[in-house]
Nanobody, 127 residues
Framework: QVQLVESGGGSVQSGGSLRLSCAAPGLTLDYYSFGWFRQAPGKEREAVSC????????WYAESVKGRFTISRDNVRKMVFLEMTDLKLEDTAQYYC????????????????????WGRGTQVTVSS
């Protein structure tokens, strides 16, 4: 089982920025898409973004489109999430995934209930 280590979370004021990182040093397969999910207390886990392993094409939830940017580094086996113009509703525990079979909205909606999650990294946005 691949170990996932998320980092980069913290507390930030509305409108601020954070850059999340996810490392999967034990990953041996290079054909999976990477993605980010989040979950706030008492709320359903939410798909945030993914990036394809084939052409670096990306998918974003409508709630974050235009504010978040996903990227990956296959050599370092890492995926990143650059978050700008953060809003109160972005407050959540953020988790990464490195074994998505593809990157699209349908896959992300299915995976959010089936994936195996690490500890995640907390993002807290205040006014």
């Amino acid at each position: 089982q691949v170990q996932l280590v998320e980092s980069g979370g913290g507390s930030v004021q509305s409108g601020g920025s954070l850059r999340l990182s996810c490392a999967a040093p034990g990953l041996t397969l290079d054909y999976y898409s990477f993605g980010w999910f989040r979950q706030a207390p008492g709320k359903e886990r939410e798909a945030v973004s993914c990036i394809s392993n084939r052409d670096d094409g990306a998918w974003y939830a409508e709630s974050v489109k235009g504010r978040f940017t996903i990227s990956r580094d296959n050599v370092r086996k890492m995926v990143f999430l650059e978050m700008t113009d953060l809003k109160l509703e972005d407050t959540a525990q953020y988790y990464c995934a490195t074994d998505l079979p593809r990157c699209d909205g349908e896959t992300m909606q299915q995976y959010k209930d089936l994936g195996t999650w690490g500890r995640g990294t907390q993002v807290t946005v205040s006014s």
